[in-house]
């Protein structure tokens, strides 16, 4: 299973009584007045990663001599494209198969919102996103790589476990 993960601190103080490790996750539907955790709200962003790795990571953190360090958590660096493309084919369904243009994405994203401006529903398109979709950013996690002799889940793997699960609940759910 797969979750969007904001970041991680091995040891905090601010976030409740104690020391304790902190999982933040990406997306907040709440948007509290004066929270403190205003990059967590879009639902874009964050990298996608097996839960299975971040529980495992964080175990072995805690369980270590390390302290006041920050890690990067990440199996690999996959485009939007990667992604879609290995979701799809793991759900059976075919892929998409035509890029979405720059003017296509501003339109769509205008459209989301006043959609969600008439009807209250969640946006599925932000602005945030569409220039996420358009950009390339690679991430580094050979420090946690190096410093826990830390091996990664394929996504690959994650995508395939996780879509199985999801296709045996909707078979459940449907009569």
Same mark, same amino acid.
């Given at each position: 299973?797969?979750?969007r993960?904001?970041?991680?601190?091995?040891?905090?103080?601010?976030d409740?009584?104690?020391i304790?490790?902190?999982?933040?996750?990406?997306?907040?539907?709440?948007?509290?007045?004066?929270?403190?955790?205003q990059?967590?709200?879009?639902?874009?962003?964050?990298?996608?990663?097996?839960?299975?790795?971040?529980? %495992?990571?964080m175990? +072995?953190?805690?369980?270590?001599?390390?302290?006041n360090?920050?890690?990067?958590?990440i199996?690999?660096?996959?485009?939007? %494209?990667?992604? +879609?493309?290995?979701?799809?084919?793991?759900?059976?369904?075919?892929?998409?198969?035509?890029?979405?243009?720059?003017?296509?994405?501003?339109?769509g994203?205008?459209?989301?919102?006043?959609?969600?401006?008439?009807?209250?529903?969640?946006?599925?398109?932000?602005?945030?996103?569409?220039?996420?979709?358009?950009s390339?950013?690679?991430?580094?996690?050979s420090?946690?790589?190096?410093?826990?002799?830390?091996?990664?889940?394929?996504m690959?793997?994650?995508?395939?476990?996780?879509?199985k699960?999801?296709?045996?609940?909707?078979?459940?759910?449907?009569p």
């Amino acid at each position: 299973m797969k979750i969007r993960l904001s970041s991680f601190v091995p040891e905090s103080i601010v976030d409740g009584e104690g020391i304790r490790s902190v999982v933040f996750t990406q997306g907040c539907p709440h948007n509290c007045p004066g929270c403190h955790n205003q990059k967590t709200i879009p639902f874009e962003g964050g990298k996608l990663v097996d839960v299975d790795d971040v529980v %495992k990571a964080m175990l +072995l953190l805690m369980e270590s001599e390390i302290k006041n360090e920050r890690f990067i958590v990440i199996s690999e660096n996959l485009s939007f %494209k990667e992604f +879609l493309q290995q979701t799809a084919l793991a759900l059976n369904v075919k892929p998409p198969s035509k890029k979405a243009s720059n003017t296509m994405l501003a339109l769509g994203w205008r459209l989301d919102w006043l959609h969600r401006l008439f009807t209250g529903r969640r946006r599925r398109l932000s602005k945030q996103m569409t220039k996420s979709a358009r950009s390339i950013t690679a991430y580094d996690a050979s420090k946690l790589k190096n410093a826990l002799n830390f091996e990664f889940k394929p996504m690959q793997k994650s995508i395939k476990e996780t879509a199985k699960r999801y296709l045996e609940d909707l078979n459940k759910s449907t009569p």
